[in-house]
């Protein structure tokens, strides 16, 4: 019998993200997956600036960057022609310490949070999935089957469904996920595209019948191409490449010719929100908990998102460090951007591959052109970053939120990053636990709620002249949650 406060099922991006937190914390749990290791299947490539913020926070970020790239550019090619060219690059320079938009395979991401558990002596059981769950009074019980035949039963405190869009904890608690799926059916494949074309950032193909995205992967003319299925092949999960070959290569609009491929799948685009994403003890986490289309790579940042957000407060609860009421929160706080997401992700999807008249002038006639037109007002361009990189996520509404601080940083805001010679404002956000600044004030400050650990900062100049130009008082104290979070200003 395994007998554990916390069961995690599924170990994609979202349930390893969650016991890489837990393991920050320092609680115990058990994390299973019915494959036999990470994903093959890479799907997502765009890591956003918030998402390295939080690896960074785990120690990751340095080797997740010496293994991916920035993006430098969004191309866009109308009718076989070059019609714009949006320079993205650092589009963030001052709002965060990556201000640009990354790319690391998926499946280089999940071996980075792997291998960070490994070093904290975790491990996830694979080849091994959840059965016959039931609800009990105190938790949920149930059955691990390995794949080698053999099965222990197990106890658990907390559930966690982790399994993505089909998730057996969401089934098995019967949490609606209503929404819809999109009627096409999509192509995703690995490709060498060779063309005159300069391999530099991101490539959309547009013309009057099809859409083509083409991601740029490590290595000469590597791309990760999306694009909808032709007609021929669009039921089929298993399609020869040939077909998918010509079909691009015919409609590029360009000359180019794909010589090598390495994988190559389909799929259909969902737009669903759990109710809830939480029941009981149980909560639903990433696309267990929010489906949509890829555009704009937000899915599995978005899981990682919840993920963090979760993990400390799970982990404080399971420590003794607080009540279970903060556990409510979590639901309160992802789920209206979840919603937003869900929502913004379809519209932006629907331009891209409708075959209506408005929605085609829409994608050959405004969009290149309003994006390089955004990207070269730096307001704009710094609101483009933010909304893309998910830094303007905020929990202001929040019941762990009490409304103190300024228009510029209030209770609920992801702390700002700052710098200043020798030093930046995410070293104080390094140790486990809340975080207590004072700038020049003796304020006895009391975390309600809250045993666990605290690091409190005397912050000396001229780290104070930095907090003040990023919006922060320059007496008072500021506290910041575990995961980066203001929890309060007082104005000292
Ligand atoms: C073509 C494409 C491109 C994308 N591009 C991006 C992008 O650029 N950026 C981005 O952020 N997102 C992107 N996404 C979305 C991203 O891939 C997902 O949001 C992400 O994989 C969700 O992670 P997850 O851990 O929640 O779920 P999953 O990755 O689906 O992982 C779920 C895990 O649960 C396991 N599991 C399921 N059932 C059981 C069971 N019964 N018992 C045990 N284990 C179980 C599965 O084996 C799996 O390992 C893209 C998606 C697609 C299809």
Known sequence: MIKTPILIVGAGPTGLMLSAQLHRYGAPHVIVDRKAGITEASKALAVQARTLEQYRQLGIADTAIENGFMARS?????????????????IGQGLSPYPYLFILEQSRNEALLLDHISSCGGQVQWSTEVAELQDHSDGYAGVLKHHDGTSVPFQCQYLIGCGGASSPVRHFLNMPFPGATNEQSFFVADINLDSELEKHGLLLVINQSEF???????????????????????????????????????????????????????????????????AGDAFLVGDAAHIHS?????????????????????????????????????????????????????????VMVSKSAVARFARTRILPYWLSTVLRFNKLRRLLFKTI???????RRSPLSDGSGSRAVRSGDRFPWFEWEGGNSFEWLANVGYVVLRFDSNEVVEIPDWNGPVTEIDVPEPAAAAAAKAGLSARGIVTVRPDMHVAHVSPG
């Open 74 to 90: 969004a191309r866009f090619i109308i009718n076989g022609r070059i019609r714009a060219n949006a320079p993205l690059g650092e």
């Open 212 to 278: 083509f995205a083409f991601f740029p992967m490590a290595g000469r003319n590597h791309y990760r191409a999306v694009g909808v299925l032709p007609p021929a092949i669009a039921d089929g999960e298993d399609f020869p490449f040939a077909v998918l070959k010509s079909h691009i290569e015919d409609n590029l609009g360009f000359p180019a010719e794909i010589t090598d491929h390495s994988w190559h799948s389909s799929y259909r685009v969902h737009h669903r929100i759990a109710d809830s994403f939480c």
């Open 294 to 350: 890829p555009a704009g790579g937000q899915g599995m940042n978005t899981g990682l998102g919840d993920a963090v957000n979760l993990g400390w407060k799970l982990a404080a609860v399971v420590n003794g460090w607080t009540g279970p009421a903060i556990l409510r929160s979590y639901n309160e706080e992802r789920r209206p951007f979840g919603v937003r997401l869900v929502h913004t992700t379809d519209r932006a999807f629907s």
């Open 389 to 395: 990189s998910q830094t303007v996520i905020d929990y």
